[in-house]
């Protein structure tokens, strides 16, 4: 089965300065997504961004961008200048092929922005 | 709109009550999702309706029963509830399950007490 693990359970970080959340995953299978979400006390999950295992390119949306190591099966959140509105708990999630469409996700790491 | 609407965001239920969560979305989204997610946990996958067919039932009791009646809504039957199924439940959707890439859309969650 595949399983994600995310090592760090709470983090944080100074107003304006850049912190990366760890995660990483096991799989045998060669196609697949990775994504990172974020969930604010408003609860709601909010997709930051994906990563396609095809693709060598790391993502980035704006301040965020991602340290894909497919190899060492790592997927690493780079969150730059920092806000306030960051505060949230991240979640580190996997989906592939043959059965395995299912959202996987990791355990979470909590985001504290220090202002 | 980008929205997956949950009501209520708030239910107290006895363990002999009857009642209902409801999910709706209007981004023409063939695959709509239940999660349960307890406190500082990850989302548990229970259910996937794609194109209004269950797809997949990750062996949920049977005392939730899922609902599609058409591809804008997502319903969730409660019945003989235990305290522990005391929970937040995320209703989310996508345009295709199969397509792995596609975004999730999360709701903003059902707050469930069991008492």
């Known amino acids: 089965a595949q399983t994600v693990t995310q090592s760090q359970p709470e983090m944080s970080v100074q107003e304006a300065e850049t912190v990366t959340l760890s995660c990483t995953y096991d799989t045998s299978e060669s196609d697949y997504y990775l994504f990172w979400y974020k969930q604010p006390p408003s609860r709601q999950m909010i997709l930051v961004i994906r990563q396609e295992a095809y693709k060598q390119q790391n993502a980035t949306e704006n301040r965020f961008s991602v340290n894909f190591q497919k190899a060492a099966k790592s997927f690493s959140l780079k969150i730059s200048d920092s806000q306030l509105g960051d505060a949230a708990m991240y979640f580190c999630?996997?989906?592939?092929?043959?059965?395995?469409?299912?959202?996987?996700f990791g355990t979470g790491t909590r985001l504290t922005i220090i202002p | 709109d980008t929205e997956v609407t949950q009501t209520p965001k708030h239910l107290v239920m006895g363990m002999t009550n009857k009642k209902s969560l409801k999910c709706e979305q209007h981004m023409g989204h063939r695959a709509m999702y239940w999660y349960k997610q307890k406190a500082k946990k990850p989302p548990e996958l229970m259910f996937v309706?794609?194109?209004?067919?269950?797809?997949i039932n990750e062996s949920v009791p049977s005392r939730f029963s899922p609902e599609c009646p058409n591809s804008s809504l997502l319903n969730l039957h409660l019945h003989a509830l235990q305290p522990e199924d005391s929970a937040l439940y995320l209703c989310?959707?996508?345009?295709?399950?199969?397509?792995?890439?596609?975004?999730?859309?999360f709701g903003e969650g059902s707050w469930l007490t069991v008492v």
């Open positions: 999630a996997y989906r592939s092929t043959g059965g395995n469409e299912k959202l996987t």
């Open positions: 309706y794609s194109y209004e067919k269950l797809s």
């Open positions: 989310a959707s996508s345009q295709d399950f199969r397509r792995l890439g596609n975004t999730i859309y």
